[in-house]
């Protein structure tokens, strides 16, 4: 599996993570860890910040309480919520059902790139290649 590229964004450049991402890291995944680490590195180096949505709070959240895991519940909670949190609006909640229309994509997947096309994020971070048909936003998968 070849590394992320985003060597070449800009320093503090603001990139909105999905949650498989964010998933694979805190929870060590053997596969898929490795991969998004270094992303995870710059951020906490400063070199990066983090944006994520309340549809990928609550699909994160959605295992550890599943597991009745409190612990590991609020633990992500204190980890997301120090990143910038972007709710649903109708501006988000419009621009996703465009994208939804145009793309045939999940309604998540749809939210996701219309957040990161709102807040004007230099990439959305992901594991979802289909992403990379949405324009002019830039996938880092």
């Not at 898929?32 to 070199?47: D, I, K, N, S």
């Not at 709102?118 to 324009?135: E, F, G, H, S």
């Amino acid at each position: 599996m070849e590394p992320l590229e985003f060597e070449d964004l800009p320093d503090q450049a603001l990139l909105l993570i999905d949650s498989a991402p964010i998933i694979y890291v805190l929870e060590d995944h053997p596969q898929f860890a490795q991969r998004f680490a270094p992303l995870f590195v710059a951020q906490a180096a400063g070199r990066v910040r983090f944006a994520v949505t309340t549809i990928a709070i609550a699909e994160v959240l959605t295992g550890p309480l599943r597991a009745r895991n409190e612990v590991l519940a609020r633990r992500y909670r204190t980890v997301l919520e120090s990143w910038q949190v972007l709710s649903l609006d109708v501006d988000i909640a419009e621009s996703a059902a465009r994208i939804r229309a145009s793309l045939h994509l999940h309604m998540a997947d749809a939210v996701q790139a219309a957040s990161a096309l709102k807040i004007n994020a230099a990439a959305l971070v992901t594991n979802d290649r289909k992403l990379a048909r949405i324009q002019p936003l830039r996938i880092i998968c």
